[in-house]
Structures are given as C-alpha cells and as structure tokens.
C-alpha cells in the first residue's frame, strides 16, 4: 500500500513544455513530479526522486487540455 505525503491542486504545479513534466517543491528540497502523459493515461501520483515521497495531483481530464496547448 502506498502512501500519499498531500493532495496538491494541478493549478499549484509549474509545467515545464519543453519536458512535458508538472514539478512541485518536495520538503526534502527536490521536487516531485510526474509527466503530462501520465496524467492523461490516469495516473496521478507524483513522485520525488530523492526521497520517495508521493503526491496525489487533483485534477479533472480537462485540465490538462490547456497544458497541451502550450505544446503546439
């Protein structure tokens, strides 16, 4: 079983375009993240790679239609 550290609005992460990645600042001092594909295939656990602490993104299937707009 896993555990989630917080539940984080998609709107409090920052999107990076050319990486396609949705970062927020991890307490640890890295940031968890999590791709855009990922969000669109139903994912939505962000993960920090330094500590492994986990993130639930709250987020609706549209949200993510202005993020894919950025990329074209």
Same mark, same amino acid.
């Given at each position: 079983? =896993?555990?989630?550290?917080?539940?984080?609005? @998609?709107?409090?992460?920052? *999107?990076?375009? @050319?990486?396609?990645? *949705?970062?927020?600042?991890?307490?640890?001092?890295?940031? *968890?993240?999590?791709?855009?594909?990922?969000?669109?295939?139903?994912?939505?656990?962000? &993960?920090?790679?330094?500590?492994?602490?986990? &993130?639930? &993104? @709250?987020?609706?299937?549209?949200?993510? =239609?202005?993020?894919?707009?950025?990329?074209?």
């Amino acid at each position: 079983m =896993e555990t989630i550290y917080d539940e984080i609005e @998609i709107e409090d992460f920052t *999107f990076d375009p @050319i990486t396609q990645l *949705f970062q927020y600042p991890c307490p640890c001092g890295d940031r *968890f993240a999590i791709a855009l594909d990922d969000l669109k295939d139903g994912e939505d656990i962000a &993960v920090c790679p330094s500590c492994s602490l986990m &993130v639930r &993104v @709250i987020f609706e299937p549209e949200d993510l =239609e202005e993020f894919e707009e950025e990329l074209k």
